[in-house]
């Protein structure tokens, strides 16, 4: 049975290398750049794992990720993000994730935390 990650990005091209880059790795992906769609999706289905970015057009993936903590705990949430301050680092931290790469690593850096995780969980 493929793995199932749920990424969360407001910007279309990060999610569509997410997506490549996973399913070709063997993963199920489904991706979406709004909060309250990543809701409903694991409401209706299982995820082994998310990715969300921090700052998500009008959104906070920080609160996203605080719901998620709340009412889905068994699932592991890495933030991806392109905001460089360590105040994020911080917040996340206290939100709960998992795991927290910045976008200017490597994407191997990200699938190396996402076997990590799915395999701790």
Request: net charge negative; aromatic share 10%.
């Amino acid at each position: 049975m493929r793995l199932r990650l749920l990424v969360l990005d407001d910007e279309e091209t990060i999610r569509r290398v997410l997506s490549i880059f996973f399913e070709g790795k063997g993963y199920d992906v489904t991706a979406t750049g709004i909060a309250a769609e990543a809701i409903a999706l694991a409401d209706l289905e299982k995820f082994d794992l998310g990715i969300f970015d921090v700052n998500l057009a009008g959104e906070s993936g920080l609160d996203l990720l605080l719901y998620f903590k709340s009412n889905f705990p068994h699932i592991p949430v890495i933030i991806y993000t392109g905001v460089a301050d360590d105040d994020s680092l911080d917040k996340a931290t206290f939100r709960g994730a998992n795991g927290f790469l910045r976008k200017t690593e490597p994407l191997d850096n990200l699938f190396e935390a996402v076997k990590s995780y799915v395999s701790a969980s």
